[in-house]
């Protein structure tokens, strides 16, 4: 059961980062088909779809082990009775009362037998999904002083020296960086794919955790 979990776990954790490239790479088709990075991309997208497999197979082996054994189970359980039964006495021998009275039990044990191993294997889901939303809902809060709010200021948006990251264990995305919008200007953030352009919209609505320096905001 433990095993079956943690396979379950990494084929989640594959499943996010398959999913996550994939929802990042149509958001930005546009410019994917401008630089055409589709056999680059496209390659990465498949990497991440073999080691999904590869913990997908192992899991398939896993079940279908499971589902041997306990298919197997009914027979070994008439096999091992009548064997204890056959040796622990062998002067009077097996009647057919015993028997039929013993498959008749067995049978009556045989469907919740071969219904055991599908209630396993979601009883093992169902506490990993269980385990992946309580990390989620218990993932650390954005704090509340991220951005700053300072109506007496005379610019719109002040960011002073900041260094900020998406996670607090995360590198970095944004180092030692300074900006000064006024009131009423026309502002063009322009840089390449990956440059932090979106990083600095999210740190002036205060989606990213602050390392140092500061952002302040006129509203």
């Not at 954790?13 to 496209?42: C, F, N, P, Q």
């Not at 000064?180 to 955790?209: N, T, W």
Request: aromatic content about 6%.
């Amino acid at each position: 059961m433990s095993r079956l979990g943690a396979l379950q776990t990494q084929l989640m954790d594959h499943k996010d980062s398959r999913l996550k490239m994939v929802t990042e790479i149509l958001a930005a088709i546009k410019t994917v088909k401008v630089y055409a990075w589709e056999r680059v991309l496209g390659s990465r997208v498949c990497g991440a779809r073999e080691g999904e497999l590869h913990v997908l197979k192992r899991v398939a082996l896993l079940d279908a082990s499971q589902t041997v054994l306990w298919t197997l189970a009914p027979f070994l359980m008439s096999l091992l009775t009548f064997s204890t039964r056959v040796f622990s006495d062998e002067s009077t021998g097996v009647t057919s009362q015993e028997v039929f009275v013993t498959l008749s039990y067995l049978n009556i044990m045989r469907s919740a037998v071969t219904v055991a191993p599908m209630v396993f294997t979601d009883l093992v889901k169902a506490a990993v999904s269980l385990k992946r939303l309580e990390r989620f809902l218990n993932h650390t809060d954005i704090e509340p002083d991220n951005v700053l709010v300072n109506p007496m200021q005379e610019t719109v948006v002040a960011i002073s020296n900041i260094t900020c990251s998406w996670d607090k264990d995360a590198d970095p995305c944004l180092k030692g960086m300074s900006v000064q919008i006024e009131e009423g200007s026309l502002v063009a953030v322009v840089g390449p794919m990956g440059s932090g352009k979106s990083s600095l919209l999210a740190a002036i609505l205060g989606e990213l955790h602050v390392q140092s320096g500061s952002v302040t905001v006129n509203v």
